[in-house]
């Protein structure tokens, strides 16, 4: 994906195409169950009346539910920031975990990103001594105001590979200007 080609970058495509053989032996999963998306939809500002009503339960109270790690309370693939109109930098810190479902015991991140952004991620590698164990990390994004008073996307992405596995995640950083 390229911004001179596709403005649109990362919103611009889907998940891709199907292969069967790589989907039944992914590397890496993001694991994730109904308390995370609960505890993101509070995050996100919804009422818990609306919360409750979407996993059918009878009341759910934000405020006695414990938040979800980082700056987006999700443990999910993908990683999207919006730059603050009229700062310098916005930074958004994401915290993720990933169960090895694969067979291979390392890791190790790269990280794609266009000018304008710096992304750092803690460990850059992760090593996995058994079947199923998980290894958190911390991502850290950082993108510089852009001058411009129009729509930005700039896309980027961190890639953790293996001998047999690439498991990527995408990475957008995005500027919707005040309508005044």
């Given at each position: 994906?390229?911004?001179?080609v596709n403005?649109?970058?990362?919103f611009?495509?889907?998940?891709?195409q199907?292969?069967p053989?790589?989907?039944i032996?992914?590397?890496?999963?993001?694991?994730?169950?109904?308390?995370?998306?609960?505890?993101?939809?509070?995050h996100?500002?919804?009422s818990?009346?609306?919360?409750?009503?979407?996993?059918g339960t009878?009341?759910?109270?934000?405020?006695?539910?414990?938040?979800?790690?980082?700056?987006?309370?999700?443990?999910?693939?993908?990683?999207?920031?919006?730059?603050?109109?009229g700062q310098?930098?916005?930074?958004?810190?994401?915290?993720?975990?990933?169960?090895?479902v694969g067979?291979?015991?390392?890791?190790?991140?790269?990280?794609k990103?266009?000018?304008?952004?710096?992304?750092?991620?803690?460990?850059?590698?992760?090593?996995?001594?058994?079947?199923?164990?998980?290894?958190?990390?911390?991502?850290?994004v950082?993108?510089?105001?852009?001058a411009?008073?129009?729509?930005?996307?700039?896309?980027?992405?961190?890639?953790?590979?293996?001998?047999?596995?690439?498991v990527?995640s995408?990475i957008?950083?995005?500027?919707?200007p005040?309508?005044?």
């Open positions: 994906m390229s911004r001179r403005k649109d970058a990362e611009a495509y889907g998940a891709g199907l292969n053989s790589r989907a032996n992914p590397g890496l999963v993001y694991d994730i169950d109904e308390m995370s998306y609960v505890q993101f939809l509070c996100e500002g919804y818990g009346s609306s919360i409750a009503h979407l996993i009878k009341s759910i109270n934000c405020s006695s539910i414990l938040p979800g790690f980082g700056y987006d309370a999700l443990n999910y693939p993908s990683m999207q920031l919006n730059m603050k109109n310098q930098q916005t930074v958004g810190v994401f915290r993720r975990r990933v169960t090895n067979s291979s015991p390392v890791y190790n991140a790269t990280i990103a266009p000018k304008g952004m710096k992304i750092t991620v803690r460990p850059m590698s992760l090593l996995f001594t058994r079947p199923l164990q998980k290894r958190s990390f911390k991502v850290v950082r993108a510089n105001s852009t411009t008073s129009k729509y930005t996307v700039l896309s980027a992405s961190l890639v953790w590979k293996s001998g047999h596995h690439t990527r995408p957008v950083v995005y500027n919707i005040d309508e005044k």
